[in-house]
């Protein structure tokens, strides 16, 4: 059974920097072929794509946003890490990790449940 | 970026009747599509890779078509659990992106 989850804080002031974890069980980030991403969603808003790493290293980062992101990752402890800096209260959003395969194209076959990360002073 | 805008935005329809999302990319994607469903306060749901594909479990009253930059969404027999935000995703490039979603509403 394939499971992924977010954890970190759900409010961070202004400025601050954001670490997200996504703890996973159910396949390996040793495994060719996988990856693990992050997505958000504002409030009532659509998907927006942030970042993937695959088992091989290979890191993608969303361009625009690519000087306050970074993502990591740690497969002894089946773990991604997403960090953020200068947090801005339009970064207001729920935060998902889901898992990809290579070979499938980008898109995110299971995910987690998701934190809601408020940005506010 | 390849935009990828979805119609409708919402559409209101009845358990039993067919509907039909369409979803443009602004560049040729070949069959580089997937389908996802989100209902309120939850993840969204995997349902149609490369286009057509539909993911394990997945009820057969869907079924997506489409290549190049045209793709649709099909529902046959809409069910109550159906009642959702659709979201188109192109698969074909860094980075990937999604449509605006289509809500699909009980009438």
């Known amino acids: 059974q394939i499971t992924l989850k977010e954890s970190g804080p759900t409010l961070v002031k202004p400025t601050q920097t954001l670490t997200l974890t996504c703890a996973f069980s159910?396949?390996?980030?040793?495994?060719?072929?996988?990856?693990v991403g992050w997505i958000r969603q504002p409030p009532g808003r659509a998907l927006e794509w942030l970042a993937l790493?695959?088992?091989?290293?290979?890191?993608r980062l969303r361009p625009s946003l690519r000087t306050r992101f970074s993502v990591t990752k740690d497969t002894s402890k089946n773990q991604v890490v997403l960090t953020m800096t200068d947090m801005d209260p339009i970064d207001t959003a729920t935060y998902y990790c889901?898992?990809?395969?290579?070979?499938?194209?980008?898109?995110?076959?299971?995910w987690g449940q998701g934190i809601l990360v408020t940005v506010s002073s | 970026d390849i935009q990828m805008t979805q119609s409708p935005s919402s559409v209101s329809a009845s358990v039993g009747d067919r509907v039909t999302i369409t979803c443009r990319a602004r560049?040729?994607?070949?069959?580089?599509l997937a389908w996802y469903q989100q209902k309120p306060g939850k993840a969204p749901k995997l349902l149609i890779n490369?286009?057509?594909t539909l993911q394990s479990g997945v009820p057969s009253r869907f079924s997506g078509s489409g290549s190049g930059t045209d793709f649709t969404l099909t529902i046959n027999n809409l069910q109550p659990e159906d009642f959702a935000t659709y979201y188109c995703?192109?698969?074909?490039?860094?980075?990937?992106?999604f449509g605006q979603g289509t809500k699909v509403e009980i009438k």
């Open positions: 790493i695959y088992w091989d290293d290979d890191e």
């Open positions: 995703q192109q698969t074909y490039t860094f980075p990937p992106t």
């Open positions: 490369g286009a057509s």
């Open positions: 159910g396949f390996s980030l040793t495994t060719n072929d996988v990856g």
């Open positions: 889901a898992r990809t395969i290579y070979s499938s194209g980008n898109s995110f076959d299971f």
């Open positions: 560049q040729t994607i070949n069959s580089w």
